[in-house]
């Protein structure tokens, strides 16, 4: 798969992980872009950890009601526009793509909380969840990571 020729597949990947934690859309394709740094990946990986940490709060609103969802998918939208930038492909059909898909990766992480939570703590899910999104979104950046 070629950088340009997979985008679309890069960006669906990227609009899954955001649709389970926002902060996944921008945070890993901020990882492509050539203007970066080590104190923009510190400021990445804080927002990413405290998200992470808020979803396992109790009180949480809903991912899928617009509060929860609009931020995904603006995430995704922008997080697919930047992947594609470094792959030096067009950036609207990704931010689209990645955009469009943000709410399947909301409701697949909702339903996968769900039916872990018969067997299982709700805690214990969550992990899996995020470590699964984590892949995810690793594997829409892979190749495209920029060079400190």
Do not use: H
């Amino acid at each position: 798969m070629t950088e340009r020729k997979g985008i679309p597949v890069r960006a669906c990947l990227l609009g899954l992980a955001a649709g389970s934690r926002a902060s996944l859309g921008v945070g890993t394709a901020l990882r492509t872009v050539p203007w970066g740094g080590r104190a923009l990946t510190v400021l990445t990986v804080l927002g990413t950890a405290a998200e992470f940490v808020g979803d396992k709060l109790p009180g949480v609103p809903s991912r899928l009601g617009w509060a929860g969802l609009a931020p995904r998918i603006a995430s995704a939208a922008a997080g697919g526009a930047l992947l594609a930038r470094a792959a030096g492909a067009p950036a609207l059909p990704a931010a689209l793509i990645a955009g469009a898909t943000a709410p399947a990766g909301a409701w697949a992480g909702v339903a996968w909380r769900e039916a872990w939570g018969c067997v299982g703590p709700d805690t214990a899910g969550a992990l899996v969840e995020d470590a699964v999104a984590l892949a995810v979104s690793s594997a829409a950046a892979r190749g495209l990571a920029r060079e400190d």
